[in-house]
T-cell receptor, first 116, second 111 residues
Framework: DSGVTQTPKHLITATGQRVTLRCSPR?????VYWYQQSLDQGLQFLIQYYNGEERAKGNILERFSAQQFPDLHSELNLSSLELGDSALYFCASSEDPFRGTDTEAFFGQGTRLTVV | DQQVKQNSPSLSVQEGRISILNCDYTNSMFDYFLWYKKYPAEGPTFLISISSIKDKNEDGRFTVFLNKSAKHLSLHIVPSQPGDSAVYFCAANNAGNMLTFGGGTRLMVKP
């Protein structure tokens, strides 16, 4: 158990709909990352939040948005869903990544999103 | 632009032999490298890491080697066990930024 909790584990929805994926980071971790893995491909970085603020953006579509709340949990919102958005969405968390020390990210179990 | 590449999508080895997984990177600003292991339907789990100030880090059966001049790192697993069968991702980081992952290598260890 990595200590990172993602809900729900599975989600099936129709095209055009909107869903929200939730992530609770490990206790004490300030940074949250979202990744997408499609069809056994690599992990594509979507977005990073640090202590409530957006820190880095990767290949995140405009239809997707995220936020990190004061209690440090994060939500990834996916809207106007398309069939190609079907994927595993992983959340990861890490300690303060700006201390300059080596730190690894710990991943949740992922949310499998199926768009039909 | 793939900054971290794993050129072998799959690798098959016999139980007891050595598994060598390779990873190349292009960004010279990366200063911390990690290997993650992923089983189907599970999240990646951290395996081993190495700082750019080192060229080798060992943890039990797992050893990671870093060749900065070649921008290459490798993960050695010896002896390989059937339970090691999984997808292995290498990742690179520099302070404050997100992890950049390679595409993964599927390792199959045959009994």
């Amino acid at each position: 158990d990595s200590g990172v909790t993602q809900t729900p584990k599975h989600l099936i929805t129709a095209t055009g709909q909107r869903v929200t994926l939730r992530c609770s980071p490990r206790s004490g971790d300030l940074s949250v990352y979202w990744y997408q893995q499609s069809l056994d491909q690599g992990l594509q970085f979507l977005i990073q939040y640090y202590n409530g603020e957006e820190r880095a953006k990767g290949n995140i579509l405009e239809r997707f948005s995220a936020q990190q709340f004061p209690d440090l949990h994060s939500e990834l919102n996916l809207s106007s869903l398309e069939l190609g958005d079907s994927a595993l969405y992983f959340c990861a968390s890490s300690e303060d990544p700006f201390r300059g020390t080596d730190t690894e990210a710990f991943f949740g179990q992922g949310t499998r999103l199926t768009v039909v | 632009d793939q900054q971290v590449k794993q050129n072998s999508p799959s690798l098959s080895v016999q139980e007891g032999r050595i598994s060598i997984l390779n990873c190349d990177y292009t960004n010279s600003m990366f200063d911390y490298f990690l290997w993650y292991k992923k089983y189907p339907a599970e999240g990646p789990t951290f395996l081993i890491s190495i700082s750019s100030i080192k060229d080798k880090n060992e943890d039990g059966r797992f050893t990671v080697f870093l060749n900065k001049s070649a921008k290459h790192l490798s993960l050695h697993i010896v002896p390989s066990q059937p339970g090691d069968s999984a997808v292995y991702f290498c990742a690179a980081n520099n302070a404050g930024n997100m992890l950049t992952f390679g595409g993964g290598t599927r390792l199959m260890v045959k009994p």
